[in-house]
C-alpha cells in the first residue's frame, strides 16, 4: 500500500507561481498529478515514469513542471504562469502504467491539495 500526501496548495494570484509536493510512503513506476475543479471530471496534468520520461496536458504544457527527488521519494509540481481556471482541487497520484495519464490507470491516490488562483 502507496501513502501518499500532497502540500503546497493555496492561493495565489493570475501570473503567480506555486509548487505543490507530494510525499510517498512507497516505490510505484508512474507518479502523476490530477486536478479536479467543481463540476468538472478529474484530469491529468503531468506524469513522470520510471524511465525518467514525463507528459504533459497540453492545456500546462511549457506552464508547469513535473519531476521527482527519488533519494526523498516525493513528487513535484512547478507550476508557473497560473490562471484563474486552473482553480482546482490537485491530486497526487501513483500507479504502475507506463506513460499513462488517466484516473483509471493510477491506483494509489493522496487526499488533494487546493490551488486557488485569483484574476
Known amino acids: 500500500q502507496v501513502q501518499l500526501v500532497e502540500s503546497g496548495g493555496g492561493s495565489v494570484q493570475a501570473g503567480g507561481s506555486l509548487r505543490l509536493s507530494c510525499a510517498a510512503s512507497?516505490?510505484?513506476?508512474?507518479m502523476a498529478w490530477f486536478r479536479q475543479a467543481p463540476g468538472k471530471e478529474r484530469e491529468g496534468v503531468a506524469g513522470?515514469?520510471?524511465?525518467?520520461?514525463?507528459r504533459y496536458a497540453d492545456s500546462v504544457q511549457c506552464r508547469f513542471t513535473i519531476s521527482k527527488d527519488n533519494a526523498k521519494n516525493t513528487l513535484y509540481l512547478q507550476m508557473n504562469s497560473l490562471k484563474p481556471e486552473y482553480t482546482a482541487m490537485y491530486y497526487c497520484?501513483?500507479?504502475?502504467?507506463?506513460?499513462?495519464?488517466?484516473?483509471?490507470?493510477?491506483?494509489?491516490w493522496g487526499q488533494g491539495t487546493q490551488v486557488t488562483v485569483s484574476s
Open positions: 513522470i515514469y520510471d524511465d525518467g520520461s514525463t
Open positions: 497520484a501513483a500507479g504502475w502504467r507506463f506513460r499513462a495519464l488517466s484516473p483509471g490507470s493510477y491506483s494509489y
Open positions: 512507497g516505490y510505484t513506476a508512474s
